[in-house]
């Protein structure tokens, strides 16, 4: 009893000489991403000196004061303290998953006994896939048609969970898509029967997140290889015209690659009736009467079957020698029969056109006069066209047009002007000087007073100046 009694006063008394009067800031739940940042805050109103603050991580002291005595998460954990304030804020640096839980501020005395106790901060990380997730499951070397096939995507199970999403060749998939969750794993198949057109098809699953929009993975299983038995179809060149050469073409399109190519008839037809260039081109030379309606089928084989296809000889056109000679229009298609010789039955067949000999002279005599008289009323207009610019040139010429200098019409004049400043040079008989003949004259516009600098020149005026400057120096 006096153990307990002393107990109850020991704790008693600290209550009593404890100082510290509340939080002004205290932690709240967080989320963050793995790899960012998380903040927790810790505002003290008042403390003791025999008091000091601690962080507490699901009961786990992390922290004392200032310091981080978490040995596992010291170089990841630090504490923004203030003394003067009582700041003790948590900073989280590159969150990881095992930061998850309960945050909580605490205040101890100095014999280690808890004081008080902020609120609860729950803080949720949210979980970004590991860098080799997603998974895709391995395929078969091959598949044959018609066979099931399953591929799996598979990512961890987090929180929040991961979003898995299969493609075929870059198109979404929305059928056939089976999503199962386990402890561990996030797990998304597809299911389908092998086709023909999904040979070489890629098939790729995507993964994100919203925990990090910006995080974008894939996968893929691809291309796949399925096989399958020829698709053979046939292809007629042009027209079968009788007498005329005929090509039929054989396509095929297998996995693995054709083995054989096969032409079978039916009725069966003369070797030496036809030609064969690698197997897939059958060349008829000379399409004969007794070939219409022959069944022609193309066979190929690969490793997996069989394919075929059929085609049969449908004769469109027959024209014997003698109707050669003659013109003819196609009106409607031709079957397989003889063209009839009266004209009440020619709608189904060829209109055969023919002239008498008369006819056909007036007809040619026509013609040329025709072209006779296109040719003289085509060198006519010829003709006509090539005067036009003659007769321009020769208006032009007489009446002299206007130029353009400087922006403005000029007039050319019809009197040209000498400058007075000429030099008389001496005539070599004599031993005088004579006025210099210019071969230059200077255009002078209407509104310039040219009596100062220019002189009219004309032959006149010339040859008056040239006999008194002769007589001049005679009488010297």
């Avoid at 932690?27 to 810790?42: I, M, R, S, V």
């Avoid at 600098?453 to 010297?476: F, G, H, L, N, V």
Wanted: some cysteine.
């Amino acid at each position: 009893m006096e153990g307990l009694a002393c107990v109850m006063f020991l704790v008693f008394s600290v209550c009593q000489t404890s100082s510290f009067s509340g939080f002004l800031k205290q932690p709240t739940d967080e989320k963050q991403a793995e790899g960012e940042l998380a903040y927790f805050n810790c505002i003290i109103k008042r403390l003791d000196n025999t008091e000091y603050v601690s962080w507490l991580h699901n009961g786990h002291k992390i922290s004392e004061d200032d310091r981080i005595i978490d040995r596992r998460n010291i170089d990841r954990y630090s504490i923004d303290y203030d003394p003067d304030v009582r700041k003790y804020n948590l900073q989280i640096q590159n969150v990881q998953r095992r930061d998850s839980g309960e945050y909580t501020c605490t205040i101890y005395n100095s014999g280690g006994i808890i004081v008080a106790e902020s609120k609860s901060a729950n803080f949720t990380v949210l979980q970004i896939p590991r860098e080799h997730y997603p998974i895709c499951s391995p395929i078969a070397a091959r598949y044959s048609r018609g066979q099931a096939i399953i591929i799996s995507c598979i990512s961890e199970n987090i929180e929040p969970p991961v979003r898995l999403k299969w493609k075929r060749n870059s198109v979404d998939i929305t059928s056939g898509i089976d999503r199962k969750m386990t402890d561990d794993n996030h797990v998304v198949n597809y299911s389908f029967l092998a086709k023909k057109s999904d040979n070489r098809a890629m098939f790729i699953c995507e993964l994100t997140t919203s925990a990090n929009p910006s995080i974008r993975r894939n996968c893929s299983c691809g291309p796949i290889n399925i096989i399958y038995a020829p698709v053979v179809r046939i292809k007629q060149t042009g027209n079968i015209v009788l007498d005329k050469e005929a090509i039929f073409i054989c396509y095929s399109d297998a996995n693995p690659e054709e083995e054989r190519f096969e032409w079978i008839f039916n009725p069966p037809i003369d070797r030496n009736m036809y030609l064969l260039e690698n197997d897939r081109i059958l060349r008829i030379t000379d399409m004969k009467r007794i070939l219409n309606n022959t069944k022609v089928m193309c066979q190929v084989t690969n490793s997996m079957g069989i394919g075929s296809s059929v085609l049969y000889i449908n004769i469109k056109s027959q024209v014997s020698s003698e109707e050669s000679k003659a013109d003819y229009v196609d009106t409607t298609k031709s079957e397989n029969k003889d063209r009839p010789k009266d004209k009440k039955s020619i709608p189904n067949h060829q209109l055969l056109i023919t002239t008498s000999p008369d006819q056909q002279k007036n007809t040619t005599h026509i013609s040329i006069s025709l072209i006779v008289a296109i040719a003289v009323a085509s060198i006519v207009v010829i003709l006509g066209l090539a005067m036009i610019p003659v007769g321009y040139m020769r208006y032009t010429r007489r009446q002299p047009s206007d130029t353009v200098s400087r922006g403005r019409p000029v007039s050319i004049p019809d009197v040209y002007f000498e400058p007075k400043d000429h030099v008389d040079p001496m005539l070599p008989q004599l031993g005088l000087s004579a006025p210099w003949m210019r071969t230059v004259g200077v255009q002078v516009p209407g509104e310039c007073e040219y009596d100062m600098t220019y002189t009219q020149i004309s032959p006149q005026s010339r040859q008056a100046y040239y006999s008194q400057r002769m007589y001049t120096a005679a009488s010297m």
